[in-house]
C-alpha cells in the first residue's frame, strides 16, 4: 500500500463520462488516498456515495440538476453531426476553457494535490494544470474521442482499413477531424494567453502536458493499433453503476420465462422518444419481456407502454443484465461494455457522438446488429429475433465478454495514477500490471 497521497479529479455531467471517473475515485479512496471531486452540482451525491469530497465548478459551467432542462449537449438538435460537435466545443469543451482552468487554480491553491486526473474530453482543467505546472493525468471513459496516431477517427464509424483506398479515406477524414478542430484553436489560445501561457499550434498539442491519456475500455473491443502513440494506454472499461439507480425489483412474474431484454438508452436527452417507442412497438408482439430504463433524459408518460415491457426510471444494469438474453441500447460506452461482460448481445441504434464507432466494433465481432436510429417498428422487430433466435451472437457476445471482464477486473488504474502521482512517468501497460499486482 502506497502512502496516503492528494487526488482531484475533475470533470463534467456528461451522462457516461461520469461513472468512469467516479469508479476510478472509488478505487483510489479505497486505497486510503484523499480524494476530491470537482464537477457539476448535480454529481455531488455521485462524489459523496464514494467518499470524495465534492468541489463545484463555479465560474465553469455546472448543472444543479441531471433533467433535461439544464442540459448543455444539444449537439442532438443539429441536423449536421459536425455542426452538433462544433456547439459542444462552443459551450462545454473549448468555449469556458478560462473558467474551468480559474477554478481548477484556485481549488489547488486552496488544497494542493498530488495528482489531477481530468475528463480528456474538457481542455480548461488541463490548461489550468499546465499554467501553474500541476501533474496531471487524461481520463476517457471510453475509446479515444480525439484524433491520436494509429487509431480511427471518431464518427462515422469506420472499420480497420483493408486497402490503400480504405487507408486513404480514414486518413483525410482524419486530417477533417484535426481542421475542424483547429477552429477552436484561437478560443484556447485566448484562454491561455490570459494564463501567460504560449500559443499552441495545434487544438491536440494541450494534450502533450498530461502525464498519460488512459483509455477506459477494453483494448479487446477497440480496434487498437498494433503500437500504442507514446503516454497513451487502456486501463480496460470502469463499471460502477450510478448511484441514483433504483435498487432492481424484477416488474413479471417470478416463473415468467420470456427471454428478457435491457433496453437502456442516453441518460442525457437525445430527442431519442421516438426511438424508444418504435423499440417497444417492435417488442410488443414477441415472445419475449424488456425492462426500458429511462434515466432522467425522457418522461414515462412520453411513452406507450405493453404488456411485455415494463417501463422504469431506473434500475442497476449488472443486475438487469444477469438475468438478461438481450440488450437495446443507443450504442453508450458503458451500457456495452456492462452488456458484453455478462455475455448478452447487443441491438445498437446510434444518436451520434462516439455511439456509431461503439456500434461497428460490435457488430464487426459479431456481437451484436446496429441499425439506423430512423429504423421502423418492422426492421427492429426484425433484428430482435435474429438476436433471440440466432445462437451465434450470443456465443460471440460471451467471448468477448470474457476479455471485457477480464480487464475491467485487472485494471492497472491505481498503480498507473499512484506512480504518475509519486513523479513517475507513463510505463508500459504490462509493467504498471506487474507493479500492480
Wanted: charged share 20%; net charge negative.
Amino acid at each position: 500500500m502506497s502512502a496516503q497521497m492528494n487526488f482531484l479529479f475533475a470533470t463534467f455531467e456528461g451522462g457516461g463520462s461520469v461513472g468512469p471517473m467516479m469508479t476510478v475515485a472509488r478505487r483510489l479512496a479505497e486505497r486510503g488516498h484523499s480524494v476530491r471531486v470537482m464537477s457539476d452540482a448535480c454529481n455531488r451525491s455521485d462524489a459523496e456515495a464514494i467518499n470524495a469530497r465534492f468541489i463545484g465548478w463555479s465560474r465553469a459551467p455546472s448543472k444543479p440538476r441531471r433533467s433535461r432542462e439544464f442540459d448543455t449537449w444539444d449537439d442532438w438538435s443539429h441536423e449536421n453531426p459536425q455542426d452538433g460537435f462544433a456547439s459542444l466545443m462552443d459551450n462545454l469543451l473549448v468555449g469556458p476553457a478560462l473558467a474551468f482552468a480559474q477554478d481548477l487554480i484556485d481549488e489547488l491553491r486552496r488544497e494542493p494535490a498530488d495528482l489531477v486526473v481530468s475528463s480528456e474530453m474538457l481542455f480548461g482543467p488541463a490548461l489550468g494544470c499546465e499554467a501553474i505546472g500541476q501533474r496531471h493525468a487524461l481520463l476517457s471513459a471510453s475509446i479515444a474521442v480525439f484524433p491520436m496516431p494509429g487509431f480511427l477517427p471518431l464518427g462515422p464509424g469506420l472499420t480497420p482499413p483493408r486497402s490503400e483506398e480504405e487507408k486513404a479515406i480514414a486518413a483525410a477524414i482524419t486530417a477533417d477531424a484535426e481542421h475542424m478542430l483547429d477552429a477552436f484553436l484561437p478560443a484556447l489560445n485566448a484562454a491561455r494567453g490570459a494564463l501567460g501561457l504560449r500559443p499552441l499550434a495545434r487544438l491536440m498539442d494541450q494534450h502533450d502536458a498530461a502525464e498519460a491519456i488512459l483509455l477506459g475500455t477494453s483494448r479487446s473491443f477497440d480496434f487498437a493499433p498494433e503500437t500504442l502513440p507514446p503516454r497513451v494506454s487502456y486501463i480496460g472499461p470502469q463499471l460502477d453503476e450510478p448511484c441514483w439507480a433504483a435498487p432492481w425489483v424484477d416488474p413479471f412474474a417470478p416463473h415468467d420465462a420470456r427471454p428478457l431484454a435491457l433496453v437502456g438508452f442516453s441518460t442525457t436527452f437525445q430527442n431519442h422518444a421516438g426511438v424508444l417507442q418504435n423499440v417497444i412497438e417492435a417488442i410488443a408482439p414477441l415472445p419475449m419481456r424488456a425492462v426500458v430504463t429511462l434515466g432522467g433524459s425522457i418522461e414515462a408518460g412520453e411513452l406507450r407502454g405493453a404488456e411485455n415491457v415494463a417501463i422504469v426510471e431506473s434500475a442497476p444494469h449488472h443486475a438487469v443484465l444477469r438475468q438478461a438474453r438481450l440488450a437495446v441500447t443507443h450504442g453508450g460506452h458503458g451500457t456495452i461494455m456492462k452488456a458484453l461482460a455478462a455475455g448478452v448481445p447487443l441491438l445498437i441504434m446510434p444518436h451520434g457522438r462516439d455511439q456509431a464507432d461503439n456500434g461497428v466494433r460490435v457488430a464487426a465481432r459479431g456481437a451484436g446488429l446496429a441499425l439506423d436510429r430512423t429504423s421502423d417498428v418492422a426492421t427492429i422487430r426484425a433484428a430482435l429475433s435474429r438476436l433471440l433466435e440466432e445462437p451465434e451472437f450470443a456465443a460471440r457476445a460471451q467471448e468477448l465478454g470474457k476479455a471485457i471482464a477480464r480487464d475491467a477486473a485487472e485494471t492497472p488504474v491505481t498503480a498507473m495514477l499512484e506512480r504518475f502521482a509519486r513523479g513517475g512517468g507513463a510505463g508500459h501497460d504490462a509493467a504498471i500490471m506487474a507493479e500492480a499486482g
